[in-house]
Structures are given as structure tokens and as C-alpha cells.
């Protein structure tokens, strides 16, 4: 059997009982979950009953040094917690098969899970069943609970996360988050759910809360937010990478305004002058 490779990893969990994370070689099972091109494709794990989400910061060069041995992976993988009801969306929708004639069918959870690959580790949450009331209709029947998700109550759901994001982020974050309007604060708050939503269920959100089309303008109030207050956010390049990313902005930016320059001079010196059209003209 082949020995799992060793990477250094970053764990944020909410439950001492994952205190065993934090011993040396500890072995962590991660899968890939979700469907190509849906919105919960990433790699996960199910730690202490907890859904973790795994991302990862490669440096261009470097190394870890752990223990007496020399990692010659130096990437930084980060797995923190994310509420499972986002990866169970796509799944809840894919199995009751709603249509014109019928909101749907329930099913059980354990059909549910397995609908896609990799998804069949959420069976190892805790609370599961129990927290699917909050998106789902139930029936019980033979002491079996059955689900489907209901628009209204997702709906409510995510207005509520949209409220612990906002809160979040003004309480951990700071700096300019204190000072936005509330729209706009939503709006970013929005933008950052989207990734764990489908472009569908992101605009049904906007709707409910009456904010502007996403990509609009939560990216452009928050692109000084993200530059005054660079340090509160998680950057996966390099310096080394950030400095040759900015040099090609600046080089392009400069390019752009000589393009303006030049045509700014041409018109000045076009003025006064006759069109060529007029060398063409009929004799009378």
C-alpha cells in the first residue's frame, strides 16, 4: 500500500474533538466532490463530523522543513469548515426532479449523497438529517425521513448567511467593511456566496434582496477595499508573481494612455483641415 504523502496543512476547526488534527503525520482522507462545472466542485473532508474545505497557496520556490525531514512540496494547503447544506444544493435539486406538473419527489438522504462522486462523505456530518430541515420539506414514514427542498425555505436560509457574512466581515475585517453602505456590503457578501452557489440560485438571492446584477457593484466598490485592506485577505500568488502582475497592469496602463495621446494630437491637428471627400466633389 502506498504512503500518503506528507504536506503541511492548516486546520480551523470549531470542535475540540478535531483536537487530534494536530498531531505530527496525522493521515487526513480528502475527495474530490461535486459534478464538472457545478458550483461545489473542490476537494473536501469530513473531519470530526465536520465538512472541510481544502485550499491550497503555492509559493514559486521553497521548501518546509519537518521534523528531520525536507518537504519538497512547499505549498500551504488551508482546510476550514463550510456548512454542507451549500454542497447539498445542487444534489437536493438533481434528485426531487421538480417540473411544471410536481414540486418534486423526497428521497432519503443516503440517495441524495450519491448522485455524484465523492459526495457519498457527507454522510459523515454531524446533524445531517437535522440540518437539511432548514432548506427541506420532510416526511417520515417507517421511521425513515425523506427530503426535498423547498425554494422558500432555502431562500430565507440564505438570507440569513448573507446576514453572518456581512456581520463577519465588518467584526473580523474591518477597515473599509465598517464604512460601506448596507447595499454594498450585501452585494460583496452575495458575490462571496456565489461560489458555493449556481449563477440560477446567486440571482434568485440578488432578486430577493433587491440588489444590483452580480459582477457590478460589489466589484467595483470593493476593488479599493481589497487594495487598501490587502492584508485581511488570503492571497494564493506569490510576491514574486504579485510583482510581476502589477508591472504588466502598469506597463499596460501606460500603453493605454500614450494610445490616448496619440489620438488626442491627431484630432487637434485634423481640426481645420478639409475631409478628403471634398477633392471628389462634382465640378458645377
Not at 498531531?23 to 474530490?32: F, G, L, Q
Request: proline share 2%; net charge neutral; glycine share 8%.
Amino acid at each position: 500500500m502506498a504512503q500518503p504523502s506528507k504536506r503541511v496543512l492548516l486546520v480551523r476547526m470549531g470542535s475540540a474533538d478535531a483536537s487530534h488534527l494536530l498531531e505530527r503525520d496525522a493521515v487526513i482522507e480528502a475527495k474530490k466532490m461535486g459534478a464538472a462545472g457545478g458550483a461545489n466542485v473542490g476537494v473536501h473532508s469530513v473531519v470530526a463530523g465536520e465538512l472541510l474545505e481544502w485550499n491550497v497557496w503555492r509559493p514559486s520556490f521553497g521548501t518546509w522543513m519537518a521534523g528531520n525531514a525536507v518537504l519538497d512540496d512547499s505549498s500551504l494547503y488551508m482546510a476550514t469548515p463550510v456548512d454542507p447544506l451549500f454542497a447539498m444544493i445542487s444534489l437536493l435539486e438533481k434528485s426531487r426532479q421538480k417540473s411544471m406538473e410536481s414540486d418534486g419527489r423526497f428521497c432519503d438522504v443516503e440517495h441524495i449523497v450519491g448522485q455524484e462522486s465523492g459526495s457519498d462523505i457527507l454522510l459523515g456530518v454531524n446533524d445531517l438529517e437535522q440540518r437539511l430541515q432548514s432548506i427541506c420539506n420532510v416526511k417520515e414514514t417507517g421511521g425513515m425521513k425523506f427530503f426535498r427542498l423547498c425554494d422558500e425555505k432555502l431562500l430565507a436560509w440564505l438570507c440569513c448567511k448573507v446576514d453572518q457574512v456581512m456581520g463577519a466581515l465588518q467584526e473580523h475585517c474591518g477597515g473599509m467593511f465598517t464604512q460601506l453602505a448596507t447595499e454594498a456590503l450585501q452585494t460583496y457578501s452575495v458575490e462571496f456566496l456565489s461560489d458555493y452557489l449556481s449563477h440560477e440560485w446567486a440571482e434568485r438571492l440578488r432578486k430577493v434582496l433587491h440588489l444590483p446584477a452580480l459582477g457590478m457593484g460589489a466589484k467595483e466598490a470593493f476593488g479599493d477595499v481589497r487594495d487598501a485592506d490587502e492584508g485581511n485577505f488570503i492571497s494564493r500568488e506569490s510576491a514574486e508573481d504579485r510583482k510581476k502582475r502589477q508591472a504588466q497592469v502598469k506597463v499596460r496602463q501606460q500603453e493605454e494612455t500614450k494610445k490616448k495621446a496619440k489620438l488626442a494630437k491627431a484630432a487637434a491637428a485634423a481640426r481645420g483641415t478639409k475631409q478628403l471627400t471634398t477633392f471628389f466633389s462634382k465640378k458645377t
